[in-house]
């Protein structure tokens, strides 16, 4: 973290931190982000940058759905699925550290590896219909298609929950967002099979989209701290092979996780430093906005043609904390920079 907004307290220039960027600040592509100071917790202190980066998303999904949503408890029965992907190989960490039995599908390549983690029962999807091997089970967490989600509830007991990660979103997830009547009543349509599907047996299907939430990945970092919890990486691209990177996980072989290295090529707050110097010898106040492919934030504006002193970048993003300020920008003021 390089620098933090004058209403943030929990934080500080120097610390090491990691997030899931809210749904409107996704963007992580990038050597900086200006980021909710809500949205972030200190990093674990066993783990590295590049492993730390590998948790948030996967682990807030699985704590959402199965400590938020389904109240998984001790003795209770959980099914699965996809449990060497991302979300699975945490939320079978999770589960067990719940005192769950744990089942999952995966291949027979994965099958170690889900064991390794925890799982009780591993059905290979090779060889076995899960529906037809597991019985009387309390939870079914979902990230795959129609079709496995359909099958999911002759697994599940009456008073069971169906928790979707892929979808059909239902109509409690377009009014939790604030969506209005017509998007209300698209997703009602799109989820009206399985919801009547399910009402029929009497489970509970509910489709979870995860929220950034600083809070519940401080509680994450405690059990990762505690050995509970260990990140899975498949591979680990440096920033430059993003493009191969991306073309790697769309084979859908990639075990755990895939992660980007970012390398800053100046330490941020020496960086800072000289922004700060340069601020406060020029005139340029200009305050924009703009939309990219990775953020939106604020930005400083520079005389054609020049960069930044400290690493030459035309936007560079020690400027955009400065630019916030200048601005008097109220709603950047809980936000760190990290």
Not at 272 to 287: D, F, M, N, P, Y
Request: charged share 25%; hydrophobic share 45%; glycine share 10%.
């Amino acid at each position: 973290m390089v620098r933090v907004g004058a209403n943030v307290r929990q934080f500080k220039p120097g610390d090491a931190v990691y997030a899931r960027p809210g749904k409107d600040r996704i963007g992580t592509f990038a050597e900086y982000i200006a980021i909710d100071a809500a949205d972030i917790a200190l990093k674990p202190a066993n783990l590295s940058m590049e492993e730390a980066a590998s948790i948030p998303l996967v682990a807030l999904t699985a704590w959402q759905a199965l400590v938020e949503r389904a109240k998984l408890q001790k003795g209770q029965r959980v099914l699965i699925h996809a449990g060497s992907g991302g979300v699975g190989t945490i939320a079978i960490q999770l589960a067990k550290h719940l005192g769950a039995h744990v089942a999952t599908t995966v291949s027979t390549a994965s099958i170690d590896l889900v064991k390794s983690l925890g799982a009780d029962v591993v059905v290979d999807y090779k060889k076995d219909d899960f529906e037809k091997v597991l019985k009387g089970y309390d939870v079914v967490l979902n990230s795959l298609g129609k079709d496995t989600l359909e099958k999911s509830l002759a697994v599940l007991k009456p008073g069971g929950k169906l928790i979707s990660i892929s979808g059909p979103p239902d109509p409690d997830f377009a009014r939790e967002n604030g969506f209005g009547w017509l998007l209300q009543q698209v997703m009602r349509f799109l989820s009206f099979g399985i919801r009547r599907k399910s009402k029929r047996r009497g489970i509970g299907y509910s489709f979870l989209f995860m929220t950034a939430n600083g809070a519940q990945l401080g509680k994450i970092t405690s059990l990762i701290e505690a050995g509970a919890i260990r990140p899975v990486i498949d591979r680990a691209f440096p920033f430059e092979k993003t493009n191969e990177a991306l073309d790697y996980v769309e084979t859908g072989r990639a075990k755990g996780k895939v992660v980007i290295a970012v390398k800053c090529g100046l330490e941020g707050r020496i960086a800072l430093g000289l922004a700060e110097r340069l601020c406060r010898t020029s005139k340029h106040g200009l305050v924009s906005e703009r939309r990219s492919a990775v953020e939106r934030r604020v930005s400083l504006s520079l005389p054609v043609g020049r960069g930044c002193d400290a690493c030459a970048q035309l936007e560079c993003p020690c400027h955009v904390a400065l630019a916030a300020e200048a601005a008097g920008r109220s709603d950047l003021r809980d936000r760190v920079h990290a």
